[in-house]
């Protein structure tokens, strides 16, 4: 089975800095993918920034980019230039190649300061 | 081109009623997905639908919850008997014809069911 697991509950930044959020996960799968997902306080969920397992290079997606650690099972999600728009819960995903059912992490919740 | 649509946003039920939401999925899209999230928790995977056929309901309970999506119309995620645990929020996400590898899933805004 597949597990996810963030570690941090909650974090805070300060406005325009940059910020890592830390995810690992538990799979035998050689190919699959990895999701950063946001959910606001609106409850809407969010898709941040996705990763094949494939891929060597790291997503990046505006200021949002990622490092994959393959080896390592890793996928952290780091934001530059925090926005105050950024404050939510942020989820880590894996799904396997081929399949639909996403594993979710607990989530962490990040505040922005001004 | 509108996105997921749950309904009710926000659903009050007593213990032992029954509670039914509704998922309309993006125009096009064929598979829908239900999850569900407890408080403070991630979302949970439930059931994998396509029209008129359940794919995988591994993450269902086994009794009390159903769903369906049939050829016309919303999906439908019914949980009958209602109990305090089911209080959550059940978000269904879309996406089109898996061709191979990955589909993005697409969620809507949720059904945040109260059990009084």
């Known amino acids: 089975a597949q597990t996810v697991t963030q570690s941090q509950p909650e974090m805070s930044v300060q406005e325009a800095e940059t910020v890592t959020l830390s995810c690992t996960y538990d799979t035998s799968e050689s190919n699959y993918y990895l999701f950063w997902y946001k959910q606001p306080p609106s409850r809407q969920m969010i898709l941040v920034i996705r990763q094949e397992a494939y891929k060597q290079q790291n997503a990046t997606e505006n200021r949002f980019s990622v490092n994959f650690q393959k080896a390592a099972k890793s996928f952290s999600l780091k934001i530059s230039d925090s926005q105050l728009g950024d404050t939510a819960m942020y989820f880590c995903?894996?799904?396997?190649?081929?399949?639909?059912?996403?594993?979710f992490g607990a989530g962490t919740r990040l505040t922005v300061k001004p | 081109n509108a996105g997921v649509m749950q309904n009710p946003r926000h659903l009050v039920r007593r213990r032992g009623q029954e509670a039914r939401l509704r998922c309309s999925p993006m125009?096009?899209?064929?598979?829908v997905y239900w999850y569900r999230q407890l408080p403070e928790e991630g979302l949970k995977f439930m059931v994998y639908l396509q029209k008129e056929n359940i794919i995988d309901e591994s993450g269902m309970p086994k009794e009390r919850f159903s769903a369906e999506f049939p050829k016309e119309g919303p999906s439908i995620l019914r949980i009958q008997q209602v109990v305090r645990g089911d209080s959550a929020a059940y978000f269904c996400?879309?996406?089109?014809?898996?061709?191979?590898?990955?589909?993005?899933?697409?969620f809507g805004p949720g059904t945040r069911l109260t059990v009084l």
């Open positions: 125009k096009g899209h064929s598979h």
């Open positions: 996400a879309s996406s089109t014809t898996i061709t191979g590898g990955y589909n993005e899933q697409f």
């Open positions: 995903a894996f799904m396997k190649n081929n399949n639909n059912d996403m594993r």
